[in-house]
């Protein structure tokens, strides 16, 4: 599945490693796809098309930032980060979060960004079990922000990552 020809563009780019981190994992890079300019430029456009009429959008750390970036200078919009815990100097909103072996933390400013009832749409490489999603659209919400929905550039479908975010809106570009 994909949206259209951007989603035949990620999948001619997308590299596959097998048995990485781990044995028997099929590892979905999209590196190159950042790396070529096309294929760059596409899915900036086409994120910047379902982004339309946000106020700011939201970076996930950690190629969140460079499509986030890209999306809004499209807009001509400003990208919020979403950083992993620690990375921020105080103070911060933050959400902890479970995964597999452990928990993460995700932060964004408490000072200097109101993010009170902007329209938000947040950015992130991949939704696998939808985890970060879940803790980044909980903590923009709790700093005030209003979530609109999320674009992710690939989808793991087998994953189930979108039924945890339901009924939170997630269009993705390219699904396997």
């Not at 596409?42 to 986030?68: K, M």
């Not at 408490?110 to 009832?117: M, T």
Request: aromatic share 4%.
């Amino acid at each position: 599945m994909s949206t259209g020809g951007v989603g035949q563009i990620i999948a001619s780019l997308l590299r596959e490693v097998p048995d990485f981190p781990e044995p028997g994992i099929q590892f979905k890079d999209l590196t190159p796809v950042l790396a070529d300019a096309r294929g760059l430029a596409e899915v900036s456009e086409a994120i910047a098309e379902i982004a339309r009429g946000a106020d700011l959008v939201a970076g996930v750390d950690a190629r969140g930032f460079l499509l986030g970036g890209a999306v809004a200078m499209k807009l001509g919009i400003g990208v919020l980060a979403v950083r992993k815990g620690g990375k921020l100097p105080p103070p911060v909103h933050s959400e902890t979060y479970s995964l597999e072996y452990g928990t993460a933390t995700l932060e964004v400013p408490a000072d200097g960004i109101d993010l009170a009832g902007r329209s938000i749409v947040v950015i992130d490489d991949v939704l696998a079990t939808g985890g970060t999603l879940a803790a980044t659209n909980k903590l923009l919400i709790a700093a005030g922000a209003n979530v609109t929905g999320a674009v992710v550039m690939l989808e793991l479908a087998a994953l189930g990552g979108r039924a945890v975010l339901e009924p939170f809106p997630v269009t993705s570009l390219y699904t396997v």
